[in-house]
């Protein structure tokens, strides 16, 4: 497994200065308009080696265009762009060599057969014609092995996603770039595409994935940047953004005569309790002082039947991120959980 | 410049046209009645009705080629035959340029938009190929079938012609020097020319649909000019001269416009982005 990011350390990409050898993508407010329209505005995305970022947001936030600059298949207006230190725009051939790309549409030629795909692909990145290893190792790698001879306007979308991603390790790239790859696959493949996505970070690359699967960044995410409107809101690690956002611990709380339960207003370190519907909601500093609530409980008499401490999923930060970005309810210090109608 | 990645993209560009079905049996079909069909039943009814009043009478109506042209007829064959001898050598010569032009302008046309309207653009520009790499393989993918069918056409034409005509003109005259030179010298600038306006369209247009119709007309004039180009060529007082000098200035606005149309393309292009220059 990768290392997380540690934002107490310098191994937080903020804190990385321009050109640090660590970071293999570096935007910095970088800006993009399609005729009048803005697609990017004051966009930063830092990426460092080895790590997985997701860029998180819904259609049309920017992601996709974020990574069209990323490769130089896209000019920005304004900004700092470097890929491995280079500028993409101008060494473009070399950037791009180095990068894996997998688009929210597969990009297969359905005339061809899978092994004819991955050719081109193969010759198109200086493997030369008889990359036969290359190929039977990508292939073999992502489970499309036997449909190779097969024409790909004849696969499902999940072997499309396999041959997909097996083109886009077939060069051995530093840097992967999956635009929503598990669009369009049923969960069990999305699930194998994940694990295979972990896997080459474990490798050592570096990936870039976009996605508006919150599920799908969940555990998977070195680092989330959230987009929307073709900007970033905010960037971190899962767990310190939930610190962040969720100062407070949730543990939900039962017992055979719930009234009992009111009491721990007064114990150390327990910031509200409320009754919501047939549980009580208890909101603590830390999460290492629920065995001391239990404990103090148990010695009063309180029979509990149920102690159920509550994470913070990453969609419940996500829309306490966008909820605080829109000015709502940024001043209790404690995110909102929206399921419990808070 | 990449000329290994260039010749990728087109032998892919190929692969994919010989795959589909589609697109090579109406260009078979195309090439077949143009080069076989229609000579063939033209020379073989008039070499088989023999001296008729019809025959005689355009016969006759050849006086009004030119004199070059009059002189290259066999003179002491019969009606019929000199007819044939016409027909094969001066009318119908424009077809060597309808049929490459129409299957080449048909492929180049869907190339780039469509490209993008199967969403491998993407593929492509992301990928470490040059634009130019990109441009200049799929425009020898686009001139290669119409001019590849152009040749085999012509092989087969020129036998049959030989077969039919040929025992009464005198023994094997046809390909003449002047259909040499429309062939090798003046044909593939045309080509040249019509690739690099279709590609332009095709790189900037949404849909196939846009690009094949724009594509009709554009090259419906050039192949009224080269028409007309080709059969003046043919019957022209000093036709040699006359191809070459035609055929050296096709070759330089051919040229011209490849170097102008590979900066039509873009990376922005080739993903769909609007407005992006």
Redesign the interface.
């Known amino acids: 497994m990768t290392q997380p990011i540690d934002a107490a350390t310098n191994d937080d990409p903020m804190m990385m200065a321009t050109g640090d050898p660590r970071l293999v993508v570096e935007l910095r407010n970088v800006g993009k308009h399609f005729g009048p329209v803005p697609a990017l505005s004051n966009l930063t995305i830092l990426a460092p080696r080895s790590r997985i970022t997701v860029l998180l947001g819904p259609n049309g936030a920017g992601k996709t265009t974020a990574i069209r600059i990323i490769t130089g298949a896209l000019v920005p207006d304004e900004g700092h762009v470097r890929t491995f230190g280079l500028d993409p725009n101008v060494d473009g051939e070399q950037v791009r060599s180095r990068c894996g790309v997998v688009s929210a549409k597969p990009a297969l030629y359905d005339r061809l057969s899978g092994w004819d795909n991955l050719q081109y692909a193969a010759e198109l990145y200086g493997l030369g014609r008889n990359a036969i290893e290359p190929i039977r190792a990508a292939a073999g790698r992502f489970g499309i092995i036997e449909a190779l001879d097969q024409q790909v306007g004849g696969y499902s979308t999940g072997m499309k996603t396999r041959l997909a991603l097996s083109r886009s390790v077939l060069h051995d790239p530093e840097l992967l770039l999956f635009d929503e790859p598990t669009s369009g696959l049923d969960p069990e493949s999305s699930h194998a595409v994940l694990d295979l996505i972990r896997e080459m970070a474990d490798e050592g690359r570096t990936v870039i994935m976009c996605t508006h699967l919150l599920i799908e960044a969940e555990g998977l995410a070195d680092q989330i940047i959230v987009l929307e409107s073709g900007t970033d809101l905010i960037h971190g690690t899962q767990l310190a953004l939930t610190e962040r956002y969720f100062p407070g611990f949730l543990v939900r709380l039962d017992a055979e005569d719930p009234t009992q339960l009111d009491q721990l207003i007064a114990a150390p370190g327990v910031i509200s309790v409320s009754r919501v519907g047939d549980v009580t909601e208890v909101f603590v500093d830390e999460l290492n002082r629920v065995p001391d609530l239990v404990t103090q409980l148990a010695a009063a008499g309180v029979r509990l039947t149920r102690v159920d401490p509550y994470h913070p999923s990453l969609e419940d930060l996500y829309f306490a991120i966008r909820r605080e970005r829109r000015g709502v309810d940024s001043t209790t210090g404690i995110g909102t959980f929206p399921e419990l109608g808070r | 410049m990449n000329y290994?990645?260039m010749m990728?993209?087109m032998r892919?560009d190929l692969?994919?046209l010989q795959?589909?079905k589609d697109f090579w049996i109406p260009m078979a079909l195309l090439g077949g009645l143009f080069f076989l069909v229609i000579p063939g039943v033209l020379l073989s009814v008039i070499n088989s009705i023999g001296n008729i009043g019809t025959i005689q009478q355009v016969s006759q109506a050849l006086q009004l080629l030119p004199q070059t042209a009059q002189d290259a007829v066999p003179q002491a064959a019969s009606d019929g035959t000199k007819v044939s001898f016409v027909l094969a050598v001066y009318l119908l010569a424009p077809i060597a340029v309808i049929v490459p032009l129409t299957i080449s302008t048909a492929v180049g046309s869907s190339s780039i938009v469509g490209e993008r309207e199967?969403?491998?653009?993407?593929?492509l520009?992301?990928?470490?190929?040059?634009v130019r790499e990109i441009y200049l393989g799929k425009l020898i993918a686009s001139l290669i079938p119409g001019y590849l069918t152009t040749i085999v056409g012509f092989g087969l034409y020129s036998l049959m012609v030989n077969l039919i005509v040929g025992p009464a003109a005198g023994g094997w005259f046809f390909p003449t020097a002047s259909w040499w030179l429309l062939i090798l010298w003046v044909l593939p600038p045309f080509l040249l020319i019509a690739l690099s306006l279709v590609l332009r369209l095709s790189a900037r247009v949404k849909s196939t649909a846009a690009a094949q119709q724009a594509a009709g007309l554009i090259t419906f004039p050039l192949i009224l000019i080269a028409y007309g180009q080709s059969t003046g060529a043919l019957f022209g007082a000093a036709a040699v001269t006359l191809s070459f000098a035609m055929g050296a200035v096709a070759w330089g606005i051919g040229f011209a416009l490849l170097f102008s149309g590979m900066r039509s393309l873009t990376?922005?292009r080739?993903?769909g982005?609007?407005?992006?220059a």
Do not use: D, I, M, W
């Open positions: 290994r990645r990728t993209v892919t692969k994919q795959q589909s199967r969403g491998t653009g993407e593929f520009a992301h990928s470490p190929a040059g990376r922005a080739l993903l982005v609007a407005n992006e």
